[in-house]
C-alpha cells in the first residue's frame, strides 16, 4: 500500500476463448470488491499469478457451451465463488460450499476439470475461485452460475454472490439462530453487516455491533443493532460482558484477524456458539482457554459461504430482499469505474467502506 501508487492491479486486454463443454460466457455488470480479492493482493491467500481476480458479480449470458441447455443469452446470472460438481461426498451430503471438485480448482486458479480461457502473449492467466468478475467478460463454469428472473438491478445482484450469502448463511445455515437469542458481529465490513441484517431478520432480540471503526456504527443501527462498540477500547470485552449479562448467545467474527477472533470468542457466553466467517493467513494461529470448551459447553464453528445451497439460498434471500427483509442494497458504500480498482482496494484495507461496486456501464 498504498494500492494507488503500486497498482498490483493493471487493467490490460487478455485473450479470451470461447465456452468450451460445460461453460458460459459471461457480460459482467456489476463486481463488488471483497477481501478475499485483496487477500490475494497482500498474499494472505496465496495464489498462482498472474490471476485476473474478481468473484462477487452479476451480469448477463452471451453464450453456451455444449452441454448448457438451462440457460440462454440474455439471461441474468449471480456468480457463486465456489462450483460444485454434484459428485463428491460434500455435495451428495448437500454441503455444496464444500465441494472437493470446486475446493481444488479454486486453489489451482483454474476452472472445473483444470481448464484455463484467459491468455496474454502465449502466457495462461489464471481464474480468480472460477469466476474472474473484473473482466468486462468471463468464460465460466455452469456450476458457477444462478439464474436469476431479470427484475433486481445488477448491482444489487452482485451482493448475494458473496457478502449476503456469507453473513445471511452464517446466521441461518450454520448457526440457526433461535427467534429471541442474542448476537453479537464483530467486524461490520459487507459480509459483517450482511450477518447482522440476517440476524435482524432471523428474529434475534439483541444484536451488538464491534468494530475499528466508529463510522460504521450509524449504518449498523440503521440496519437493527441494539448496541455498538469500538473494539479499539482496550477495555471492550468487560464492558460488552457486563452489559449483556455475561456475553451473547451467539457471536459471528467476520474479518478474519487473530485480535477479532479473542474478542469473539470472549464475549460468547457460557453454553454459547462462536462462529467465524474469516479467512486469515494460513500462518496464523487462535488460541483459547482449552477448558472452556468442556466446562463452559461452548461451540467454535466455521462456516464459509455461509454453509449455503447456492440455488436454493440466493433466489430465497433475493426474494426476502425484495420483500424488504434484508434491505443488503445499502451495504454499497462507494460505485467506482474499473479504473479505480486499486484505489478501491485501498479504501476496502483501510475498513472506510462496507462494500465497493464496480459497475462496467
Known amino acids: 500500500m498504498p494500492y494507488a501508487a503500486s497498482k498490483p492491479i493493471k487493467i490490460e486486454t487478455l485473450e479470451l476463448d470461447e465456452p468450451q463443454q460445460g461453460e458460459v460466457l459471461v457480460k459482467m455488470k456489476a463486481a463488488s470488491l471483497c477481501h478475499s480479492d485483496l487477500s490475494v493482493i497482500n498474499g494472505s491467500r496465496p495464489r498462482p499469478l498472474p490471476m485476473a481476480l474478481g468473484h462477487e458479480a452479476a451480469g448477463e449470458v452471451v453464450k453456451t457451451g455444449e452441454g448448457v441447455t438451462d440457460l440462454a443469452p440474455g439471461d441474468h446470472v449471480v456468480c457463486v465463488f465456489v462450483p460444485s460438481c454434484g459428485e463428491c461426498l460434500p455435495c451428495k451430503e448437500g454441503r455444496p460450499a464444500l465441494c472437493e471438485t470446486g475446493a481444488a480448482s479454486n486453489a489451482a486458479g483454474t476452472l472445473p476439470g ?37 427484475d433486481v438491478p445488477f448491482e444489487k445482484l452482485a451482493l448475494f454472490g458473496c457478502a449476503v450469502i456469507t453473513g445471511v448463511g452464517a446466521v441461518v445455515n450454520t448457526a440457526r439462530i433461535k427467534l429471541g437469542s442474542t448476537v453479537a458481529v464483530v467486524g461490520l465490513g459487507g459480509v459483517g453487516l450482511s450477518a447482522l441484517i440476517g440476524a435482524v431478520s432471523a428474529g434475534a432480540s439483541r444484536v451488538v455491533a464491534v468494530d475499528v471503526n466508529e463510522n460504521k456504527f450509524a449504518l449498523a443501527k440503521r440496519f437493527g443493532a441494539t448496541d455498538v462498540f469500538d473494539s479499539k477500547d482496550p477495555d471492550v470485552v468487560e464492558k460488552i460482558r457486563e452489559a449483556t449479562g ?29 462462529v467465524t466467517t474469516g479467512l486469515p493467513d494460513p500462518k496464523h494461529h487462535f488460541s483459547f482457554p482449552y477448558v472452556t470448551l468442556t466446562a463452559e459447553e461452548r461451540t467454535l464453528k466455521g462456516s464459509y459461504i455461509g454453509s449455503c445451497v447456492p440455488e436454493r439460498d440466493i433466489p430465497n434471500y433475493i426474494r426476502l430482499f425484495k420483500n424488504g427483509r434484508l434491505p443488503v442494497d445499502e451495504l454499497v458504500s462507494d460505485v467506482i469505474s474499473l479504473d479505480e480498482i486499486n484505489e478501491g482496494f485501498d479504501k476496502l484495507a483501510k475498513g472506510d467502506s462496507s462494500r465497493i461496486m464496480i459497475r462496467f456501464d
Open 114 to 150: 483444470g481448464g484455463i480461457r484467459l491468455h496474454a502473449n502465449g502466457e495462461d492467466i489464471m481464474h480468480h475461485l472460477g469466476v474472474s468478475a473484473f473482466s468486462e467478460y468471463a468464460v465460466v463454469s455452469r456450476r458457477s452460475l444462478i439464474k436469476i428472473e431479470k
Open 246 to 274: 455475561g456475553g451473547l448467545d451467539t457471536v459471528f467474527e467476520t474479518v478474519g484477524a487473530v485480535p477479532a477472533m479473542e474478542t469473539a470468542y470472549a464475549i460468547t457466553k457460557r453454553g454459547g456458539t462462536t
